[in-house]
């Protein structure tokens, strides 16, 4: 059957030129968010079935909710006493595996005053739907 | 030819590599940002590219639906049905 | 010759053949049993996510349990059986030849899956599809999780013998007049999904040796209790799974390859652009497995590897949907249902495919990363796609099956009551993951957007429940009260089909179809 393939070409060529723009504009984000600052706070979180353990620098620790300053920088240290847990707050789009064995870090900085919830996003057993803990983030 | 693959397989993993991490692992402390802001204005842009783009495909879906059905007055048989060659 | 109901035979000559079209019979009639016991389950875990508290599930064990078999039931025993009775129906005649390569080991892989299959139903393990260490190794309960690894084993090999099965009677017994460039692009598409099958598979039959082993406490492979290290598993798990979404998406476009055609009295726009598409989707399905675990503390060159690797899947896909509408273009086309299953296989296609690009740009993992944004998206692609696409061949097989029309009516309603429910309960999905809502979750706090979305939510899989009851009332009634066929065009397109009762079913007897 004869038939010019022109249009088809166009066409990829579009197609491939937007995944380009799409992978840049996610590295780049990527990139922007990677790094904690300096003065990040480290906090140890240790997920365990079904609870969270947070302990500050000072070696405060609290169980189930987690209280911290407005416009300062956090670095979570995560890990898990037993099963994969996730480690995720929504409202500030923080994410991360709390993986048994090993240390994953991720940082943010709250930047309003509220209450937030932290959820557990792996499934981790019987409990895992309620799996939570609250994010008190507090003015200085 | 199995030579020639060996050995860009070890230059891939000796230079190539190496390079890529060195640039990714440009490991300066980052600044207070909002991360929140960044990823979801990162998600409304994707968004915008994905309804745009879906916006056309679909129209284009809807607009050969309703033309080319064959229950539209305007169509006609396709030259490979006239000629028995379907 | 596939005439099944209307020259009745003893049901053990259907059994114990290995007809080629026998067992491509057997093999529809119990993925279709299949969807109806998944869909089932489906059903229950919307009824109990209707609202906040427990509605008609008790506890979250049963729920879990259920989510697990649900996944299992749709992945390994609705949709890939479903593409091998396709195949078993269609390649040996595609490529002229009299049956399968190996007629006896396909009937060997095919009788492997109902024993699996009881093993998976009866055994009900709670670790979701996906049994990611530790808690599949130290936590999930036994019996369940060994009569899981067992089945899936079984249902393993079953389909990398019926993977060596395709290949083998693609490449070496087609007709030595077809070269492969000239082979219909459904058996094309078996040909690739076989290939990635056969590189796949094996890495999670280790993996699923290595998880007995650790449960047994022989060994501590994914148990970081003794050293292991579960990350391993998910490398090993997704490095089979995600070239099996390939596995699963690659025979429902081939399916659609050949309805749109057909139904647009058109030949396809580009055969060649078609196979290499195949060609470059079952290379690429390789390059972005680990997209899968961008939350498990992977560093960023990784994270940009997968993230390119996958983005790099888009093209090829984006190729077979320009085909499909391209043949569709100047056609004359005939919106009998198993057409509009096909177009509208492509819209959700593509949708699902959106979102796979959202999904992957790696800062954007961050928000739907195992949220409700996952779940409407991969079900977009197996219900949306691939069911949709297995969904409209099952109505265009169903008149060379049985020599009988189904009703065409019922058919259309129950196309528009499955997309329309689709596009409601999927879509909704995607904007509760935004909301934050995690996936696997048997009770949820009352939030009120949750509440509403999750509502909406089951509304929607009741729509798509009623269209289901009545695509089961379809298929009994018409196979047996349903108009006669005409076989030489039942759907009045003109022109010739790959007509499955155009190869002699020794069974039938001389004389027979």
């Known amino acids: 059957m004869a038939h010019s393939n022109w249009a088809e070409w166009i066409y990829l060529g579009v197609v491939t030129a937007l995944l380009v723009y799409v992978g840049a504009e996610a590295w780049n984000v990527e990139r922007i968010i990677d790094h904690a600052p300096e003065d990040a706070e480290i906090i140890k979180v240790t997920a365990q079935q079904w609870l969270w353990t947070f302990e500050h620098e000072d070696g405060t620790k609290e169980v189930g909710e987690l209280h911290l300053k407005k416009d300062h920088a956090y670095k979570f240290e995560l890990t898990s006493k037993d099963v994969i ?25 709250p930047n309003e005053v509220g209450e937030f919830d932290i959820q557990c996003r792996e499934y981790c057993g019987l409990i895992h739907y309620n799996m939570r803990a609250l994010l008190i983030v507090e003015d200085v | 030819m199995s030579k020639i693959f060996q050995l860009s397989i070890i230059i891939v993993t000796l230079c190539i590599i190496p390079t890529i991490s060195l640039v990714f692992a440009a490991e300066t402390a980052g600044e207070y940002i909002d991360r929140k802001a960044e990823i979801w204005n990162l998600f409304f842009r994707m968004m915008t590219i994905a309804f745009v783009v879906g916006g056309v495909i679909a129209g ?9 059905r064959e229950s539209n007055p305007k169509s006609k048989p396709t030259p490979y049905e006239e000629k028995g060659e379907l | 010759m596939v005439l099944e109901l209307a020259r009745p035979r003893p049901i053990w000559q259907v059994m114990f053949s290995t007809h080629h079209t026998d ?25 109990e996510l209707f609202a906040p508290g427990a509605q008609l599930i008790q506890d979250s064990m049963t729920f879990n349990r259920l989510f697990t078999a649900h996944g299992t039931t749709m992945i390994f025993l609705f949709l890939l059986p479903s593409a091998s009775a396709v195949g078993n129906y269609l390649v ?12 006896k080991l396909n009937a060997i892989a095919f009788w492997m899956i109902p024993p699996a299959a009881a093993l998976v139903w009866l055994g009900m393990a709670d670790f979701g599809w996906y049994a990611n260490p530790p808690y599949s190794v130290i936590s999930a309960p ?8 067992f089945g899936l084993k079984m249902l393993g090999v079953s389909s990398i013998l019926s993977s060596i099965n395709f290949v083998v009677t693609i490449m070496k017994c087609k007709h030595p007049d077809m070269s492969l460039g000239k082979v219909p692009l459904l058996g094309w598409s078996f040909l690739s999904s076989s290939i990635i099958v056969l590189a796949a598979m094996p890495t999670f039959a280790a993996a699923l ?7 047994l406490g022989a060994s501590g492979f994914f148990n970081p209790a003794v050293g ?21 998406v690659i025979p429902a476009i081939g399916m659609m390859y050949e309805i749109i055609p057909r139904f647009s009295r058109r030949p396809i726009f580009s055969h060649s652009s078609g196979v290499a598409a195949f060609i470059i989707l079952s290379i690429v399905a390789f390059a972005s497995w680990a997209h899968h675990m961008f939350a498990t503390g992977m560093s960023f060159t990784e994270k940009t590897v997968f993230m390119v690797g996958t983005l790099a899947a888009v093209p090829a896909s984006a190729m077979h949907v320009f085909n499909f509408l391209a043949t569709m273009w100047n056609g004359r086309i005939k919106f009998a249902t198993p057409m509009m299953w096909a177009v509208g296989g492509i819209a959700l296609f593509f949708a699902a495919g959106a979102g796979g690009v959202v999904n992957t740009a790696m800062p954007l993992d961050f928000i739907t990363h195992d949220s409700y944004w996952v779940v409407g998206h991969f079900h977009l692609f197996v219900f949306g796609t691939i069911a949709f696409g297995t969904i409209g061949f099952v109505y265009y097989l169903f008149p060379y099956i049985t020599g009988r029309m189904y009703n065409e009516k019922w058919g259309v309603v129950h196309f528009i009551l499955a997309f329309v429910g689709a596009c409601i309960t999927f879509f909704t999905q995607h904007i509760l993951g935004l909301f934050g809502m995690p996936r696997r979750i048997y009770d949820y706090p009352e939030i009120p957007e949750w509440v509403s ?6 509304v929607g899989a009741m729509i798509i429940l009623v269209g289901m009851v009545i695509f089961l009332a379809n298929l009994i009634y018409s196979s047996a009260k349903g108009k006669p066929a005409n076989l030489e065009d039942p759907f009045g397109l003109g022109g010739k089909y790959y007509y499955p009762f155009s190869q002699r079913n020794p069974h039938h007897g001389d004389g027979g179809y």
């Open chain 1, 85 to 109: 847990h996730n480690f995720n707050i929504p409202e500030y789009v923080v994410l991360l595996d709390a993986v048994p064995g090993r240390v994953n870090t991720v940082w943010f900085s």
């Open chain 2, 60 to 68: 284009t879906m809807v607009w050969q639906v309703w033309r080319f």
């Open chain 3, 23 to 47: 067992v491509g019979l057997m093999y529809l009639i119990f993925s279709l049993l299949a969807m109806f016991v998944g869909g089932a389950m489906a059903i229950a875990l919307r009824v």
């Open chain 3, 92 to 103: 040996p005649i595609m490529v002229r030849y009299k049956d399968m390569a190996y007629p």
């Open chain 3, 142 to 149: 036994a019996p369940a999780a060994e009569m899981w690894i």
């Open chain 3, 209 to 215: 040796l290595m998880l007995l082993t650790d449960r």
């Open chain 3, 228 to 248: 292991g290290d579960p990350i391993a598993y998910s490398h090993l798990f997704w490095f089979t799974f995600h070239p099996e979404v390939y596995v699963l």
């Open chain 3, 453 to 458: 979305m999750n509502a909406l939510i089951s």
